[in-house]
């Protein structure tokens, strides 16, 4: 018997999440443990059950955490599924703050990968009780006595500890359930003390207005009650209370203690429902609020701009409402002479980017063109001055530049030991410098690098796979800043800048850069016609070019022998006429041309079909 959400024991409650690595079957077991305890009946289930974006179930990856309430021998389980990708670590955190416990689960045939430490060291930071776990076990090359050793040594407790399962044929789950309510602690909490609950997530919803997720710590939340959101002092009526099983279901009692649901109030501004702010009652309002949680820094940024300039306040609206349902996105608007006007978007990484970028496409019809990703650097000029270039158009151009900061990261790779030489010579081509390293086993080695972030954005990862033929993982954190002689490239047409093809990059690779730029754009503008030089420059200094050839009309078929000097003379008319042309017209770039230019193959961390 399903037990009614607002009566619950707190004693009875587990609150628990599933991290992993990427396609370690993360949302496969969430699909059999809702098959195993009945929320989901066979006729409706379908696979990833918890995935509701159509870029999920096509990617095959989990962006957006989903929390679900499961009965389980009388307890009540709220799981929360969680992505496994290094972009959407900021949603594996929140989920944390919201349980006590985590099932940390690795893929039986491939062993400790570098989001699985990364996952594993912040569930540990948040004091939560940690159950390792190998998934497929089913599989023909699945090692689990191998990497429950792993695993084990990995934690501090016994191989034997390390339960198996698999998520695909169910094998295991019911065990791992029972499991989860003997270890893992029930919630704890003053029942008569004023509420509080904190949002660990929410979505906008376009006949409801915000849907706010909520973890009750004290106290008690009820329907028609005024709530006050803390941090904002705004109050409101909940119109609704309830909690997902896996669907909204609505409870009359409100949610008590330690319960996980959502929490309705008609809003329709976004701004009013901020992830990690303190929900209380009004009436009886608590003294402090919860710990919320430290916002997260973007680590690259890109313009956004749409492709009909009069999309611009339907891109503004857009924004603001992916940004409830992705609290690490931040934006703030910017014009570029080229492109217009539009948005310098801050990122997680590349495939977030990328997800960000299909999602305003698909949800909200918009057509965009995103500039070149690149990441934030401090400038200190000769007189002392600081300056933070988020965009190349910000650099300065004089040469009264002292020094250029630029962020670093400590990046993690997991590989089989055969590939040390080819991801040292990777790391070392990338400015990188080695930290240490180690063997997790006899054929597994953990190699840590200081890596420059602007280094890694663009194909380092696809780089790594090929190499290491997909068998290295990486993972990174922000690890402070460093010096670095870096320049910016500018883009030339006819002698004019075009400021959406700019880019800062390290003097090294700035030849590199410009003869690449200058060939695709060469390849990609249409013929005018008088002759249009491409130019690549750093200052002054033009370091490559490139031709497009003038559209010229044959002003010489006419002439069918003759003396050679009236064709020359009518040779020497038309270079005239195209001087003139040249003076005053100007080069039309096409929409297709920034788009095709500007394009970037991601470094996403896609699963293997």
Known sequence: MRTQPGQTDPALIRNFCIIAHIDHGKSTLADRMLQITGVVDDRSMRAQYLDRMDIERERGITIKSQAVRLPW???????????GHVDFTYEVSRSLQACEGAILLVDAAQGIEAQTLANLYLAMNADLHIIPVLNKIDLPAAQPEKFAEELAGLIGCDPSDVLKV???????????????????????????????????????DTYR?????????????????????MSTNATHETLEIGVISPEPMPADLGLGVGEVGY????????????VGDTV???????????????????????????????????????????QLNDAALIYEPE??????????????????????????????????????????????????????VTNPSEFPSGGKIAQVFEPVTKSTILAPAEFIGAIMEI??????????????????????????????????FDQLKSRTRGYASLDYEPAGEQEADLVKVDILLQGEPVDAFSAIVHKDKAYAYGVDMAKKLRELIPRQQF?????????????????????????????????????????????????????????EVPQEAFVAALSTDSSADKPKK
């Open 335 to 388: 014009t570029s002479a080229a492109l217009g006007f539009g948005f310098r978007v801050g990122f997680l990484g590349l495939l977030h980017m990328e997800i960000v970028r299909e999602r305003l496409e698909r949800e909200f019809g918009l057509s965009l063109i995103s500039t070149a990703p690149n990441v934030v650097y401090r400038v200190v000029m000769e007189d002392g001055s600081e300056l933070t």
């Open 166 to 204: 698999s998520g695909k044929t169910g094998v295991g789950v019911r065990e791992l359930l029972d499991h989860v309510v003997q270890t893992v602690p029930a919630p704890v909490g003053d029942a008569d003390a004023a509420a509080r609950a904190l949002i660990f997530d929410s979505v906008y």
């Open 427 to 460: 790391c070392q081509g990338r400015r990188g410098q080695l930290l240490g390293m180690d063997y997790l086993s006899e054929d597994r080695v953990e190699i840590r690098y200081t890596l420059p972030l602007g280094e890694i954005i663009f194909d380092f």
């Open 531 to 587: 002759e249009v030089p491409i130019q690549a420059a750093i200052g002054a200094r033009v370091i490559a070019r490139e031709n497009i050839r003038a559209i010229r009309k044959d002003v010489l078929a006419k002439c069918y022998g003759g003396d050679i000097s009236r064709k020359r003379k009518l040779l020497e008319k038309q270079k005239e006429g195209k001087k003139r042309m040249k003076m005053v017209g100007r080069v």
């Open 280 to 322: 209380t009652s009004a009436a009886k309002s608590a003294k402090e609020m919860l710990a919320g949680y430290e916002h997260p820094k973007p680590m690259v940024f890109s313009g956004l701009y749409p492709i009909d300039g009069d999309e611009y306040p339907e891109l503004r609206e857009a924004l603001d409402k992916l």
């Open 209 to 229: 207005g915000v849907v706010t997720y909520v973890r009750v710590v004290d106290g008690h939340l009820g329907k028609r009650e005024r709530i006050l959101m």
């Open 73 to 83: 021998d009388g307890h009540v389980l709220n799981m929360i599924d969680t992505p």
């Open 263 to 274: 929490l309705i109030t008609g809003v329709k501004d976004v701004r009013q429902s901020r």
